[in-house]
């Protein structure tokens, strides 16, 4: 594994009004998951990370904004980061806006192996609706697969299905992809049809149920390397299966 390889967190949620306490729910959701890690600083505008001493209140005034300010691990070289950001109405599902909860963190094996709780506990401290856990080549490839776009592929990559892009999606509760590990919440499981026992031994062999109820599916044991025959098929059983996830079941 190179030092450049990165795991990618994508989480989906009702938007901030305000803080609600969501934003610290998230932040120590991704801390308890993985031993040793502390997001107690900012970044600065050249770049580098400063200590926050009141890390709760600096939370609370950013989310003010509708989203919270972008924290990270003061370790340069072993960089770990996290933020929420805005989506508007307009470039949201079903035109209501939203809060990406996003992280970066390096593809080593202590963050492989936390990286479901990572995602669970990040998703239901947000209470989210849905959520990815990614290496960075496949968010490479979703961007590709969505569309159409200017200047775009013609068609998506990998022999993959067109995914529509975010504001062409009816529903706030139809994840726009999938992930390595894919988090769905109750309401988004009912809506795509999961669990279905007759269809979906394999998928429920590498799934958790969560707290509030929804789901931790992963696809693959090891992350999602789309260069491995086995993996890509794996994917793509996945989207077979799923034709609601990208907006795809919709006239």
């Given at each position: ?21 969501r ?149 706030p ?37 969560t ?5 931790v599916?992963?696809l693959t ?12 098929e ?18």
């Amino acid at each position: 594994m190179t030092t450049q390889a990165r795991l990618h967190l994508h989480v989906f949620a009702p938007a901030l009004t305000g803080d609600d306490g969501r934003p610290l729910a998230a932040v120590k959701g991704m801390e308890r998951a993985l031993p040793g890690l502390r997001l107690a600083w900012r970044i600065s505008e050249a770049g580098r990370p400063l200590a926050l001493p009141r890390r709760e209140a600096w939370l609370a005034e950013t989310a003010a904004s509708g989203e919270f300010g972008l924290l990270c691990n003061g370790d340069e070289s072993y960089p770990v980061t996290m933020g929420g950001q805005r989506e508007g109405a307009r470039e949201s599902p079903g035109g209501e806006p939203l809060l990406l909860v996003h992280a970066k963190l390096p593809q080593d094996e202590a963050v492989v192996a936390a990286a479901a709780d990572m995602l669970e506990h990040v998703a239901e401290g947000v209470r989210a609706r849905w959520g990815v856990m990614a290496p960075g080549p496949v968010r490479s490839v979703i961007a590709a697969q969505t569309g159409p776009k200017l200047g775009g592929p013609e068609r998506p990559p990998l022999g993959l299905p067109r995914l529509k892009l975010p504001w062409n999606i009816r529903s706030p509760k139809v994840p726009r992809y999938l992930g390595w590990i894919n988090y769905w919440s109750a309401v988004v499981s009912e809506v795509i049809g999961f669990p279905d026992p007759s269809r979906d031994t394999e998928l429920l062999a590498r799934a958790r149920r969560t707290a509030s109820g929804g789901w931790v599916v992963r696809l693959t044991d090891t992350p999602l390397d789309l260069d491995n025959p086995a993996h890509l098929e794996a994917l793509k059983r996945a989207y077979e299966r799923f034709p609601e996830i990208g907006g795809r079941a919709e006239a």
